[in-house]
Nanobody
Framework: QVQVVESGGGLVQPGGSLRLSCAASGFTFSMYVMSWYRQAPGGERELVARIDNVGGTNYADSVKARFTISRDNAKNMVYLQMKSLKPEDTAAYYC????????WGQGTQVTVSS
């Protein structure tokens, strides 16, 4: 049974930091490209960061130098370290796994507000 479960969201003040985690199971994690997407209220789901199966990364321009994606293939985990958070980072954040098939988590809410 495939599971993709995000955690680590919450309320944080502007300028603060959060680390999101995504636990995956039920598929060969090390072969999958793992990504974080986000969707703000009324907006479209957008790619935030991606890490391939050999550790290559790419980021949306809006988060470059502030967010860092990483993965631990031994633990079937992917992380998103977020710093210098801005109110416009407020969104539901989703973990995505893709290698032919595509799997999504249920999302975790990040709210950046004073």
């Amino acid at each position: 049974q495939v599971q993709v479960v995000e955690s680590g969201g919450g309320l944080v003040q502007p300028g603060g930091s959060l680390r999101l985690s995504c636990a995956a199971s039920g598929f060969t994690f090390s072969m999958y490209v793992m990504s974080w997407y986000r969707q703000a209220p009324g907006g479209e789901r957008e790619l935030v960061a991606r890490i391939d199966n050999v550790g290559g990364t790419n980021y949306a321009d809006s988060v470059k130098a502030r967010f860092t994606i990483s993965r631990d293939n031994a633990k079937n985990m992917v992380y998103l370290q977020m710093k210098s958070l801005k109110p416009e980072d407020t969104a539901a954040y989703y973990c995505n796994a893709q290698f032919g098939k595509v799997y999504w988590g249920q999302g975790t809410q990040v709210t950046v507000s004073s």
